[in-house]
Every structure is written in C-alpha cells, then in structure tokens.
C-alpha cells in the first residue's frame, strides 16, 4: 500500500487550521519518520506560503517520503509552456507532481467553461509535459464518481488521455463526499480492469463514509490511499489517515507503515492537532483519548480480567492506552487498579479501598467528576491514604478586579507560598481573576521549580452544577495542563469559581511534579 498524505494541502482548507511555513516542516518531518510514502504539501501556483514552504523543505532531507507539490492542470486556450502556474510547479523542484484534472462534464463546461475537446487536450498536455520533465505524475481525477456517474463515456475518456500522456497514477476522488461504499466498490473494480496503471482513491467525509470508501476501494483494486491526519479538511474533512493507516494493516495484513511505527500513530496524531491549535477528538477510533476507555463497571471488571473482552486490539499497538474512567457506576475492581497504580499492595477488600470509595462517593455527591480529571483523582487517592508528599503550602493569596479604562488586565492576584520553610511573595496582573492566579502561583513555584515553565493551560471549563441557586450555585471546574505532548485533567469544585479553579490549578502542577520525571520519559 502507497499513503499518500495531504494534510499539508487538502487538510489546511479545514475551517479553523492555518499552518505556518515551520508548523509544516515540523509535521512533514513527522510524517516522514512515521513513514508514508507521499506528503502532499501546497499548491506553489496559488499560494505565496506554499511556495516559501517548498523553499525551505529543500533543506530538509527526506528519509523516505516523496514531497509532491499540487496543481491543475494548465489553464483552457493557453499552451502549457505560457502557463505561470505549471512554471510553479516545476520550479519547486520536487520528485512527485499531483496534477488534478476535470471528470465531471458539467463541471467542464458549466464552472471552468470551456469544450470537452479543450479540456482533454489540457490534461494531456499537462501530464506529458510533467513526464518530460521526469516527474512522477498522479493525476488526481476530481469529481470521478459524479462525473462518472453524469457521463460514463466521457469520464473514461478523460482517464484514457491522462493514461496516454504518461501518468504514473490514476487517482479517483469522491470530491463531493456523496459517494457510497457500494458503488464506490463496483466502480474501482471496473476501472482497475481496464488500465495497467496503478489506481489511487481519495474521498472526502461529507457522507460521514471516507474511511469506509477508501477501505473498500483498496479491497477492489486501488493500491494508494489519499488523506489526511485526523481526517483534517475542508466541510466535513478528508478520509482520516489515522484511522485508515491501522485499519489496513492491523486488520487487514496490508502494510502502509513499518510495523516499528505503528506505536507512533497516537502521538502524530495528537502532534499535528496541537500545531493545528484544534483540540484533539477524544473520540477518534485508535488514536483518541476515549477509544480505550471503559466506564460501565461490568466492563471494566472484564476488562481487567482480559482486555480482549471490550477491546477490539491493544491500545498499545498504535501507542494509545487504556483507561478505567471513574464514577459511581464503576464497580470496586475499577476503583481498586486506580489505587493499585499508587499503592499496589491494596486489595480489594482491604480497609483502603472502603476509605477510597466512601470518599469518592462522597466527592461525586459534592459535584465532583473525575472523568478526565485522573490526575485529580490519583491525587485524592494519595491523599486518602495520607501518602500525600508537600511540595508547597500556599499561605494566603488575594484576588482584587477591578475595571481599568486603560490597562490591558482587569485583575491581580498576590500569593504567599512556602517552599520547605522559605517563604515567597508574588503578584501578578490577568486577564480575570483566575489567569491572574495563574500567573501568580507560576511565578512564586518557578523560583523552587524552574521545571514548571515548560506547562501551561490548554483548556478551562466551567459547568454550573444546580442552576436554581442562580449566582450561588456551585460550579465543576475542569482545566486541562500539558507539557507539550502529555495532557492531564484536573478537577474542582465549590460555589465560588475562584476556589474550585483555584483546587484544579493546584492539583494540575501537583500532579506535574509527582509524576515529572515519568512525564518526560514520554516526552523523549
Ligand atoms: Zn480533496
């Protein structure tokens, strides 16, 4: 199998995503160590970034990769050799050219507005003039399965000229995403019979059906998958890579990576969704923070005994991992692997976990819920066994708001910390009172832990627990910490929103320095 990835082309036009030059060089080079075959990376005729993009990748040396850069073919009425953009492409200087061509007849002479005939003679003329400069050529068939549902005859024709000009790839695209698998199937079946050339499928998810789309294509004949990481792209995304590249492979023996880099898919996928600055899909399958994790207590009982029971394979193959979600349903098995991960000579009826439990019981009557808030929970765990290590007291701290006209910052915050006896005074101005916090504490513990710098803030929530108090009403905080690739939740609760934020910012670097030399083990 030949992926082909365009998260750096297809991917950007996704509402919300805008790379930098370096963004992309970061993820091109992941993507090369992860080992897919093609990175599709910008269209250097439409876009002055792309073109600097391409620039800088020349100095970067590709393991295994093809850069390919992506085009269309040249305009209607001009000679290929006059058209600027083809120039573009050419002068960007990459092994692999993605020439993307018109199918659909309507398309032909309702939205670029020219002849079938012209329209042939641009994608033939393209194609040969790209294999006379030695490129590889995928000609990327837009609109295929509408074209070639509208006017088989002429979609095939359009196939046969690319084929005649020297196309090393014949790439059918579902642009439009309203294709089924069904006829997806049949199609890709037929038109693999008819050529020698090798055939690439590539679909969008606007039916919610790509990765079923690319799947049974490749079971019909295509030997290349097109897509992006974490399905990135423009409406309803492209096919997701991070789903197809194990589906292939772990369940169907076809390789698309090593099998060394398999137990890197998780962490390149979250990777690229950082740098998109978009939250990462905890419900993605394989690589999202829920696609191992087990609530129900009967599940997690079996679980525990044998992980195949709920699981379709181990997390660990694509770098993922299981976890046991905490709440009231789950049951004491649930309860007792968490204190065992703290304590592992607590059984499961020992006095500790009946200590545990009732204060869990205790905590979620309060408002609290540890679901994505482990680290908060492992912490309470701590506490009930009074294993608890100080790493700071907080003596004191104040919040002043107030409204300035002219300061950028509507509050500050003074803190009094002690550090093994020494105490130390800091005050800091924020955007509201809980940043202003923030940056206080951050700036008293850095001076005892210079380490704290490298965490910040991905995520804050605030979820009012009973509403009929109006402005008393209790509110869940939950916040989200990383380090830059590992994430933790935490957890806090009261009705004043400076407290339970306050309990859940505590918790978050807490939770850091018990566990900071495991975090950057997997930071390395
Ligand atoms: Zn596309």
């Known amino acids: 199998m030949y992926i082909y990835d365009s998260t750096l082309r297809d991917g950007t036009q996704c509402e919300g995503i805008s790379f930098t030059v370096l963004d992309k060089i970061k993820i091109a080079k992941k993507l090369d160590c992860l080992g897919v075959d093609y990175i599709e990376a910008g269209n250097p005729g439409s876009n002055p970034k792309d073109l600097e993009f391409f620039k800088e990748a020349k100095k970067v040396r590709f393991k ?11 305009r209607a009425n001009v000679p290929v050799l006059e058209d600027k953009n083809i120039q573009a492409l050419l002068d960007v200087d990459t092994p692999a050219v993605a020439i993307f061509g018109k199918v659909w007849d309507f398309h032909v002479t309702d939205i670029i507005r020219t002849t079938l005939g012209e329209n042939l003679h641009m994608i033939y003329d393209t194609v040969e003039y790209m294999k006379s400069k030695d490129k590889e050529v995928i000609f990327d068939a837009e609109h295929f399965f509408d074209g070639y549902e509208a006017n088989k005859e002429y979609a095939l024709k359009v196939l046969k000229t690319a084929v005649e000009a020297g196309t090393d790839w014949l790439v059918l695209c579902d642009t439009n995403g309203g294709t089924f698998p069904s006829e997806i199937g049949g199609t890709v079946s037929y038109i693999s019979s008819l050529f020698d050339v090798p055939i690439g499928i590539h679909c969008h998810n606007d039916c919610d059906m790509a990765v079923a789309n690319s799947i049974i294509a490749v079971e019909n004949g295509a030997v290349q998958v097109q897509g992006t990481f974490n399905g990135y792209g423009e409406r309803c995304g492209n096919a997701n890579l991070t789903t197809i590249i194990p589906n292939l492979q772990l369940k169907q023996g076809r390789r698309c990576i090593s099998e060394g880099h398999m137990i890197d898919l998780t962490d390149v996928s979250r990777y690229i969704s950082e740098l998109a600055n ?4 905890s419900h993605m399958p394989y690589v999202g923070n829920s696609a191992f994790a087990h609530k129900g207590g009967m599940h997690v009982d079996a679980i525990i005994k044998n992980p195949r029971s709920f699981e379709h394979i181990y997390p660990e193959l694509v770098g993922n991992q299981r976890r046991i979600l905490m709440s009231e349903v789950a049951g004491r098995s649930t309860i007792l692997s968490k204190i065992q991960k703290v304590a592992p000579w607590v059984t499961k009826y020992s006095e500790e976990t009946q200590k545990v439990i009732d204060r869990l019981k205790q905590l979620e009557y309060d408002g609290y819920q540890f679901e994505g808030a482990e680290s908060s929970l492992e912490l309470m765990i701590i506490r009930a066994l009074g294993m608890e290590k100080t790493f ?12 300035h006209w002219e300061s950028e910052y509507n509050a500050s915050a003074v803190i009094k910390v002690a550090v093994d006896g020494v105490d130390e005074i800091t005050a800091a101005d924020g955007d509201g009172p809980i940043n202003a916090l923030d940056k206080a504490l951050r700036k008293a513990l850095e001076i005892f832990y210079p380490q704290l710098k490298s965490i910040r803030l991905t995520d804050y929530k605030v979820r009012v627990l009973d509403t009929s108090y109006a402005t008393a009403s209790k509110v869940r905080v939950h916040i989200e910490t990383t380090n830059g690739k590992v994430t933790w939740g935490t957890v806090g609760v009261s009705s ?3 407290e339970a934020s306050w309990n859940a910012l505590v918790d978050s670097i807490e939770y850091f320095l018990y566990h900071e030399d495991k975090l950057n083990i997997i930071q390395n």
Do not use: M, Q
Request: charged share 30%; aromatic share 10%; hydrophobic share 40%.
């Open 64 to 74: 295994h990769a093809k850069l390919t850069a992506f085009g269309s073919t040249r």
């Open 278 to 281: 978009l939250s990462h899909d």
């Open 392 to 403: 700071f007291d907080v003596k004191d701290f104040k919040v002043i708001c107030e409204d």
């Open 496 to 498: 004043n929103i400076i």
